[in-house]
């Protein structure tokens, strides 16, 4: 069966500061990678995805993630965070049928 | 895009009774998720809503403690049966859609929707 692992729970920053959460899946078929973030208090929203094509992809708000298939992985990584960027990010992974499993979310904190 | 409405927003239930949850769709979509967010913790799918058919569960879920129904392309119900504490949670519906007219034939879009979910207190 297919799981995802997000490396960090928590991660507190600074303004400022870069960031990378990490995400490794375990799935040896074709998938595609996404990340979501939950603002407090808001459902859902797309970051980005990957699907195909260049492995590093562009999200909204500064956001980017880098595909390697030879470690599984697809991390997160923006380059100076921001107080509004407090939020909790979920990696997640969709093989085929549309059936989406998510990883355990990292919970972001950036203090102003 | 995909516009996605849960009815109730949030709930506050008695032990051992039912509650049920609708899903409203702006459009046609070819696929309708369940999830589950229990506190503090990750989605879990409890189910794919399948239109016309039973609903395909995920492993730990089962048909009688969440019957689901899908009588359309854009509605879509789950109901938590016979409630303890533990079943406190949110409860998402997700979408992947709408369905696209393109050259005369139909397809998906890959984008997934979420509702913005149905908080569930079980006292």
């Known amino acids: 069966a297919q799981s995802v692992s997000q490396h960090n729970h928590h991660v507190i920053l600074s303004e400022a500061a870069s960031l990378e959460l990490g995400c490794n899946y375990s799935y040896g078929g074709t998938v595609n990678l ?3 973030v939950q603002y407090p208090g808001q459902h859902l929203q797309l970051l980005l995805k990957y699907f195909s094509g260049d492995p590093l992809v562009k999200g909204i708000k500064g956001f980017e993630a880098e595909f390697i298939k030879s470690k599984f992985s697809f991390n997160l990584r923006k380059p100076s965070v921001q107080w509004s960027d407090t939020a909790e990010y979920f990696c997640a992974v969709r093989s085929g049928g549309f059936k989406t499993i998510f990883g355990a979310g990292t919970r972001l904190f950036v203090k102003a | ?16 009774t039912s509650l049920t949850i609708q899903c409203q769709v702006d459009s046609q979509v070819t696929m ?10 990750s989605l879990t799918l409890i189910a794919t809503a399948n239109q ?12 009688d403690k969440f019957p689901i129904s899908r009588p359309n392309l854009t509605f879509s119900t789950l109901t938590v049966s016979n409630m303890s504490p533990e079943d406190s949670s949110i409860y998402l519906c997700s979408v992947v859609g709408p369905q696209r007219q393109a050259g005369g034939s139909r397809t998906s879009t890959d984008t997934q929707y979420f509702g913005p979910g149905t908080r569930l207190t079980v006292l």
Do not use: L
């Open chain 1, 34 to 36: 996404f990340w979501y």
């Open chain 2, 1 to 16: 895009s995909a516009v996605i409405s849960q009815k109730p927003s949030r709930d506050i239930c008695q032990r051992g």
């Open chain 2, 32 to 41: 309708m998720f369940w999830y589950r967010q229990q506190p503090g913790q």
């Open chain 2, 52 to 63: 016309g058919s039973e609903a395909t569960y995920e492993s730990g879920f089962v048909i």
